[in-house]
């Protein structure tokens, strides 16, 4: 596979515009259409803002994982590092650590963990998702450990972060916006980004080719790292503690919805960041729409896991068409 056929995969793979979420957006614009029927404080900026500023972690989470799962890669460890990011982070700042450098370390933590997946993973051959669950699973032991149990609350630190806003807009948000619109230009335009779409379409093809698969992989679970620390950075910043339970299975859930929700192939090979982000939206909402109209929040997983099914099904059917 030549340069310019792995630059024509990747702009096959990454499809343009939003015509291709035709689906995706009319959705949203029902369900939008029906919650501010339903409720008038629905299409109100300080609700609107609350749900933008709600759906920042996940964003960010997610737009990782996009960039992951189109080299054929997963990582069910990335809320429960969050968690523990947000707990090391806690601790830091408890001991009088500033800020900057209390975040950086806490990246670092993150980096860490994500180099660790990636070269297990590349150096056992064992899939992702087993490795990465195993890893989610001893991720949740270590965030109890590392608060010992207890809520450690952050006073002051991070209230910019958390409650900042610029423009009328959060800080979380724009954070949020920045790493999207970083992992789309990747994706898009630069060699790791083709690299990832020919790893994930065939990953013997690619090697042959002269790919880096190893290097590469390891590239993809490192910055799932980072994001994951930022991620587990703004979570604290917003929640002002690191409490038992902060991230975890369900934060993890929600991200692989919203990414498969968004059209990228559980399977690796496509994936676009304007269905992630449209995924995260439509997630939002609905939590949204189900708070405002008082429905029962356990209602909040069944719709995220019937959503997921049905995107699921939906991406499938869609691949094998356009096969």
């Not at 990454?14 to 689906?23: E, M």
């Not at 335009?189 to 880096?212: C, D, K, M, Q, W």
Request: proline share 2%.
């Amino acid at each position: 596979m030549t340069t310019s056929a792995l630059n024509k995969r990747t702009r096959l793979a990454v499809p343009g515009g939003l015509t291709h979420h035709a689906g995706l957006i009319g959705l949203l614009i029902v369900l939008a259409i029906f919650t501010a029927t339903q409720s008038d404080a629905f299409l109100t900026g300080p609700n609107l803002l609350n749900v933008v500023r709600q759906i920042s972690v996940v964003a960010v989470l997610a737009a990782s994982l996009t960039l992951l799962m189109t080299a054929g890669g997963i990582d069910f460890s990335l809320a429960s590092l969050a968690g523990v990011s947000a707990g090391v982070l806690a601790r830091l700042l408890e001991a009088g650590v500033s800020e900057l450098t209390a975040v950086a370390l806490t990246v670092g933590v993150g980096i860490t963990v994500g180099l660790l997946n990636g070269a297990i993973i590349t150096a056992s051959g064992v899939a992702p998702f087993v490795v990465t669950l195993g890893t989610a699973t001893a991720l949740e032991g270590v965030a109890l450990l590392v608060i010992r149990g207890q809520s450690i609350s952050i006073g002051q630190n991070l209230s910019g972060l958390g409650f900042g806003e610029v423009v009328g807009i959060p800080v979380l948000s724009l954070i949020a916006l920045a790493v999207c619109v970083g992992v789309g230009l990747v994706m898009r335009y630069t060699t790791i980004g083709r690299h990832a779409f020919a790893i994930g379409g065939n990953e013997a093809a690619a090697r042959l080719s002269g790919v880096p698969v190893t290097s590469v992989k390891l590239a993809l679970y490192g910055l799932n790292g980072a994001l994951a620390a930022i991620g587990g950075t703004m979570l604290l910043a917003r929640l002002g503690a690191a409490s038992p339970g902060t991230a975890g299975l369900h934060l993890e859930l929600t991200v692989v919805a919203a990414v498969v929700i968004g059209g990228t192939a559980l399977a690796g090979g496509s994936g676009t960041i304007i269905g992630t982000v449209l995924g995260v939206i439509l997630l939002g909402v609905v939590a949204n729409a189900l708070n405002l109209l008082q429905i029962d929040s356990y209602y909040q997983q069944v719709s995220v896991g019937a959503v997921l099914l049905v995107a699921a099904v939906a991406n499938q059917v869609r691949r094998r068409h356009s096969g």
